[in-house]
Nanobody, 114 residues
Framework: QVQLVESGGGLVQAGGSLRLSCVASGSPFSINAMGWYRQAPGKQRELVARKFSAGITDYADSVKGRFTISRDNAKNTVYLQMNSLNAEDTGVYYC????????WGQGTQVTVSS
């Protein structure tokens, strides 16, 4: 079983920055990709960013140029640096690991005040 533990969420003013972290642990596993989804109030969950082990990354159009995803493969950790945050970025951010199956973290709240 794989566990994902997120950290780094919180309350920030519009224009500010936050850095999310997610550490994967548990039984030996293979990782195809790690990334982040988010769910805003009243909206569907959406992919924010994803980084494949081969190095390819993809971002939601709404965060391109503002968010950066990175991974530390030795630590099984994925980060999401979020800059120029706005109210539309508010939501619960979930860490996701694509391996032999898809694993989800519990989520961390990000609230951007305008």
């Amino acid at each position: 079983q794989v566990q994902l533990v997120e950290s780094g969420g919180g309350l920030v003013q519009a224009g500010g920055s936050l850095r999310l972290s997610c550490v994967a642990s548990g039984s030996p596993f293979s990782i195809n990709a790690m990334g982040w989804y988010r769910q805003a109030p009243g909206k569907q969950r959406e992919l924010v960013a994803r980084k494949f082990s081969a190095g390819i990354t993809d971002y939601a159009d709404s965060v391109k140029g503002r968010f950066t995803i990175s991974r530390d493969n030795a630590k099984n950790t994925v980060y999401l640096q979020m800059n120029s945050l706005n109210a539309e970025d508010t939501g619960v951010y979930y860490c996701v690991l694509w391996g032999r199956r898809v694993y989800w973290g519990q989520g961390t709240q990000v609230t951007v005040s305008s």
